[in-house]
């Protein structure tokens, strides 16, 4: 519904609130936009599986089933950083992906046809002799995303509660560590380093309460509640 007019809304009104709500989710397609440069892996943030998204026009977070590559965020929101604020509109509009192309907010079913479906991954597009893919693959081995959901009820046993926080804290560490040999050896930025690597573990538990501090014997998590 238009809200200006009242009339059933037929087009897009420009008023940014899909691009606030964050950057679309990769679609095989999307790969040409990579291969044509039109799209970048330093502008992109990979979604591992396990991880709390919230799924097209959703209004809660649900853990992911599946990897995918998401356009990232900016200022520390999930707000695309393609949205041009100033004057409502998508800086590469052109060349959008193609969860872009099909979102009507007004008829949301082409979007919902290709929801979670044909994903892109980071691992489709990280080139077979790329120095960074041996390490890549033994971090994800070692160091993969729980499923947060499921981590967060378990955290409400205090029996073992102490018990799941020191194996985190051991992951955690060794998720920082891997990241900083990425960064010693191969010069990796901020940006590329949440596409080869996807968001820190400590960021991803922070919403479930679970907060990390340094000490003498490294990486400690404490429990503190959502």
């Not at 872009?100 to 082409?110: D, F, I, N, S």
């Not at 489709?124 to 967060?152: K, N, Y």
């Amino acid at each position: 519904m238009n809200p200006e007019s009242g009339s059933p809304q037929t087009g897009c009104l420009r008023c940014g609130s899909c691009c606030e709500q964050g950057g679309p989710a990769l679609h095989t397609e999307d790969l040409a936009l990579l291969e044509s440069g039109s799209l970048h892996p330093e502008q992109l943030v990979t979604v591992r599986r396990g991880e709390l998204a919230l799924p097209p026009l959703g209004t809660r977070p649900e853990p992911v089933q599946a990897e995918f590559l998401k356009i990232q965020g900016r200022d520390g929101s999930w707000c695309c950083c393609f949205f041009d604020r100033k004057n409502s509109g998508c800086t590469v509009y052109d060349h959008r992906p193609l969860a872009c192309r099909v979102l009507e907010c007004w008829e949301p079913g082409p979007l919902l046809e290709i929801a979670g479906r044909d994903l892109l991954d980071r691992f489709a597009c990280i080139a077979a002799d790329d120095p960074l893919l041996t390490l890549v693959r033994f971090h994800e081995s070692q160091c993969p995303c729980p499923d947060l959901s499921c981590l967060s009820d378990l955290l409400q046993d205090p029996a073992s509660r102490e018990a799941r926080l020191h194996a985190l804290s051991r992951q955690v560490q060794l998720d920082l560590m891997l990241r900083d040999r990425a960064v010693r050896e191969h010069g990796l930025s901020v940006a590329l380093e949440l596409f080869y690597f996807g968001r820190p573990l400590f960021q991803l538990l922070r919403p479930l309460g679970i907060l990390a501090r340094e000490s003498g014997q490294g990486i400690v998590l404490h429990y503190e509640g959502p």
